[in-house]
């Protein structure tokens, strides 16, 4: 099982090592995912965020979620093709949590220098959960 502690990461970054760990047969944990990072200025990421929760209708869809553990799933989804088996079975194995569950508090996480907040050129970044408190 792969624990990766979403502190301070880019959503992106670390979502795609996820969702090849999950096609490679991996169980993976996401833990804080509300404390993931996205870069870009943060009024043009809320009214991005928005416009998507504003899309479609109630019963079509698309059904983006609010809650920043769920989104995070989402974003790994996004990365997988959960429409074939081999993408299905491996969503399953991905599963994410707001803050630090009980089991994982011993477990030590992955380290995923290349995903870190430090690597971005911009101080501009908005975390998972300030994004989706506005919508």
């Keep these: 099982m792969i624990v990766i502690d979403a502190k301070n990461l880019i959503l992106g970054r ?3 090592f996820a969702a090849k760990q999950a096609l490679l047969g991996n169980d993976v944990r996401i833990i804080n ?3 993931a990072i996205i870069s870009g200025k ?19 869809g698309p059904f983006i979620p ?8 989402r974003v790994v989804r996004g990365m997988l093709p959960y429409k074939q088996a081999k993408g299905t079975e491996a969503f399953k194995r991905v599963l994410c949590y707001k803050g630090v569950p009980e089991e994982f508090k011993e477990v030590k996480s992955v ?12 101080l501009k970044v908005v975390t998972v959960a300030d994004a989706l408190k506005f919508n």
């Design 14 to 16: 670390f979502a795609t």
């Design 33 to 35: 995912a509300e404390k």
């Design 42 to 60: 943060r009024a043009t990421l809320l009214k991005d965020f928005r416009q998507n929760r504003q899309r479609g209708t109630p019963a079509k």
């Design 66 to 73: 609010k809650m920043p553990d769920r989104y995070v799933r």
């Design 111 to 122: 380290e995923l220098p290349q995903c870190k907040a430090s690597k971005l050129n911009t």
